[in-house]
T-cell receptor
Framework: DAEITQSPRHKITETGRQVTLACHQTWNHNNMFWYRQDLGHGLRLIHY???????NKGEVSDGYSVSRSNTEDLPLTLESAASSQTSVYFCASSPAREGEQFFGPGTRLTVL | GEDVEQSLFLSVREGDSSVINCTYTDSSSTYLYWYKQEPGAGLQLLTYIFSNMDMKQDQRLTVLLNKKDKHLSLRIADTQTGDSAIYFC????????????FGQGTELSVKP
């Protein structure tokens, strides 16, 4: 079955370290999104991509970057992790720019 | 501006109806969604409504949209303990490329 996976599911890191969170989907969707979920804020968009070599900034992009070298993967990199980036991160993909987005299971990141 | 608001908590008895409310500020919404998040999991689309519709029914779920008041509601009939979860209202805006704007989420607790 086609699916969307994230790894790792849990990560603890130290302030200042570079961290990369993986997102992989097997639906061949062009559109992929990264969100962070924090209490009281719902989900907020970090970065998104409409296809290979396309990346766009979302609402809370500072301190994060993404790259899209193929259709299946959109890794999210924290260049220098900060405690404010402790959160749960969700990746999503969709076949169309509007309509249902399919979410991965999430990665819980703790920055100490 | 873009803003989606929900109440944070709702508690109901098993068998009763649940009504979860959402308000939004941007009148250029194209689609409005209800997502469900169970503990430790990603978000799952429950239902959605086009902005030119007033109501949509899908088994136990009824979505009502009042465009004049920018108010969206989700009614769950015959609520079961398995419906306990966090419910997110979200919207996409015209010409914003499918980006989802989420409310903070409503935690539904169903008591036996």
């Amino acid at each position: 079955d086609a699916e969307i996976t994230q790894s790792p599911r849990h990560k603890i890191t130290e302030t200042g370290r570079q961290v990369t969170l993986a997102c992989h989907q097997t639906w061949n969707h062009n559109n992929m999104f990264w969100y962070r979920q924090d209490l009281g804020h719902g989900l907020r968009l970090i970065h998104y991509s409409y296809g290979v070599q396309d990346t766009n900034k979302g609402e809370v992009s500072d301190g994060y970057s993404v790259s899209r070298s193929n259709t299946e993967d959109l890794p999210l990199t924290l260049e220098s992790a900060a405690s404010s980036q402790t959160s749960v991160y969700f990746c999503a993909s969709s076949p169309a720019r509007e309509g249902e987005q399919f979410f991965g299971p999430g990665t819980r990141l703790t920055v100490l | 501006g873009e803003d989606v608001e929900q109440s944070l908590f709702l508690s109901v008895r098993e068998g009763d109806s649940s009504v979860i409310n959402c308000t939004y500020t941007d009148s250029s919404s194209t689609y409005l969604y209800w997502y469900k998040q169970e503990p430790g999991a990603g978000l799952q689309l429950l239902t959605y409504i086009f902005s030119n519709m007033d109501m949509k029914q899908d088994q136990r779920l009824t979505v009502l949209l009042n465009k004049k008041d920018k108010h969206l509601s989700l009614r769950i009939a015959d609520t079961q303990t398995g419906d306990s979860a966090i419910y997110f209202c979200a919207e996409t805006l015209y010409n914003q490329g499918g980006k989802l704007i989420f409310g903070q989420g409503t935690e539904l607790s169903v008591k036996p």
